[in-house]
T-cell receptor
Framework: GENVEQHPSTLSVQEGDSAVIKCTYS??????FPWYKQELGKRPQLIID?????GEKKDQRIAVTLNKTAKHFSLHITETQPEDSAVYFC????????????FGDGTTLTVKP | EPEVTQTPSHQVTQMGQEVILRCVPI?????FYWYRQILGQKVEFLVS????????KSEIFDDQFSVERPDGSNFTLKIRSTKLEDSAMYFC????????????FGPGTRLTVT
C-alpha cells in the first residue's frame, strides 16, 4: 500500500520567514496530493491541493510543488505569520474520489512573532 | 457556507459497549468518509462510502466497524464492541465528486473508551 513520509516533524521560523515542508510517497498510482492545516483540537482544513498533471500551484502565500518522477511534493509558505502556527499534514490519494487517502505524520509549525 | 456536522462532540463509553457516531455531510455531496486520529498522531483513513455501499476500507476497519446511511442526510459509524485502543478522535468527511477530490471534514467526535 501507499506510504507517505513527511519532514520535518517540527519547524520553527521567525515571522516573515518562509517555511517548507516536504513529503514523499511510494505508490505511483497516487495522483492527488492535498495539504491540510489542523489547529489544536480542530478539524483538518484543506489549504491547497495539487493533481499529478500539474507541477506547481500557488494560492497567495501558499504554494505546492510536485515532482512525480521523484515521488515527492512540498508545501511552501512565504511571509509566515503567527496564525500560520498549526500542524500541517500532507496526503496522497489515488485518482478517484472513493480511494484511500494516506496521510503523513504531520509537521508542527511554530511561527515566532 | 455549508459544513459537515458531527454528534456527539464527545462520547465516553465502557469497553465492550457499542457506540454509534453520527455525521451529517454537506447536502449535495456524494462521497463520504470516516477517519480516525489517535491523540497526537496522524489522521488515518477508515472507510469511504459511495452510492450506498463501501468503496474502500483500511485494515483498521475490521468486522467491529460498520457504516450506514440510514436516510438522505445522516452517515453513521458503528463500533460493535469497543476496545481501549478505539479511543481517538473520529472525523467524518464528505466530498462532492464531479471532478473535485476535495474533502470537507467535520469537527470530530472524541471517543473515550474506559
Amino acid at each position: 500500500g501507499e506510504n507517505v513520509e513527511q519532514h520535518p516533524s517540527t519547524l520553527s521560523v521567525q515571522e516573515g520567514d518562509s517555511a517548507v515542508i516536504k513529503c514523499t510517497y511510494s505508490d505511483s498510482a497516487s495522483n492527488y496530493f492535498p495539504w491540510y492545516k489542523q489547529e489544536l483540537g480542530k478539524r483538518p482544513q484543506l489549504i491547497i491541493d495539487i493533481r499529478s498533471n500539474v507541477g506547481e500551484k500557488k494560492d497567495q502565500r501558499i504554494a505546492v510543488t510536485l515532482n512525480k518522477t521523484a515521488k515527492h511534493f512540498s508545501l511552501h509558505i512565504t511571509e509566515t505569520q503567527p496564525e500560520d502556527s498549526a500542524v500541517y499534514f500532507c496526503a496522497a490519494s489515488p485518482n478517484t474520489n472513493a480511494g484511500k487517502s494516506t496521510f503523513g505524520d504531520g509537521t508542527t509549525l511554530t511561527v515566532k512573532p | 457556507e455549508p459544513e459537515v456536522t458531527q454528534t456527539p462532540s464527545h462520547q465516553v463509553t465502557q469497553m465492550g459497549q457499542e457506540v454509534i457516531l453520527r455525521c451529517v455531510p454537506i447536502s449535495n455531496h456524494l462521497y463520504f468518509y470516516w477517519y480516525r486520529q489517535i491523540l497526537g498522531q496522524k489522521v488515518e483513513f477508515l472507510v469511504s462510502f459511495y452510492n450506498n455501499e463501501i468503496s474502500e476500507k483500511s485494515e483498521i476497519f475490521d468486522d467491529q466497524f460498520s457504516v450506514e446511511r440510514p436516510d438522505g442526510s445522516n452517515f453513521t459509524l458503528k463500533i460493535r464492541s469497543t476496545k481501549l485502543e478505539d479511543s481517538a478522535m473520529y472525523f467524518c468527511a464528505s466530498g462532492a465528486g464531479i471532478s473535485s477530490y476535495e474533502q470537507y471534514f467535520g469537527p470530530g467526535t472524541r471517543l473515550t473508551v474506559t
